[in-house]
């Protein structure tokens, strides 16, 4: 993670919370609580189910195939580590990967809204159905809202597919590099990056 090794007072108490947390039964499965990767102070917030194995074994979300994935489209559009602050619904992993619980993501909403407090982005993107319900409440499928900005509290959201969806049905990846895209179009427009010079090209999956 980047800042890490000179992490503010605030961070670090906030991380020590996290890796204490015991409000939840996750608490007592998982090796360690995950938090983030990417800058502490980010305009993009970028928020995922929950950790799966290697990030519970590496203490960083989407280091995975989805995250590689991930990087690769991020990358592709100019934006880089100091832009970006990944995150997830839960910061401990769900047994055998299942989808966590509705009362496993309200037992860590304050710790998403301590850490979405200290971030202090201006764009969020919802990486698939579940960071979708569990962020907004909303009730639809994520095939219908995905690349549907959502404007709440003087934030901007916008749900699209999990990298890991992508992996399972590669015909999609064009609406995940699409809504990525629409990502790097919002920054530009809001003044926090520069317009791109050359147009990207989808990247191809790697595994």
Known sequence: MTDREMLPSNWQQFVDTCQSCRQCALGTTRNQAVIWRGACHAPLMIIGEGPGAEEDARGEPFVG???RLL???LKAYGLDEKTYHIGNIVKCRPPENRVPT???AKACRPLLAKQFNLVKPKVIVLLGATAY???TGGTEGITKIRGQWIEK???LIL???HPAYILRNN?????LWEDIGLVRAKLEELA????LIVQPEMPTARK
């Open 192 to 195: 926090i990056l520069p317009p």
């Open 65 to 67: 195939q989805a995250g």
């Open 171 to 175: 015909r999609e990846r064009v609406r």
């Open 159 to 161: 749900p699209t597919f």
């Open 153 to 155: 509290n003087g934030y």
């Open 102 to 104: 509705e009362d496993e």
């Open 71 to 73: 990087d690769l489209l």
């Open 133 to 135: 319900k569990y962020f």
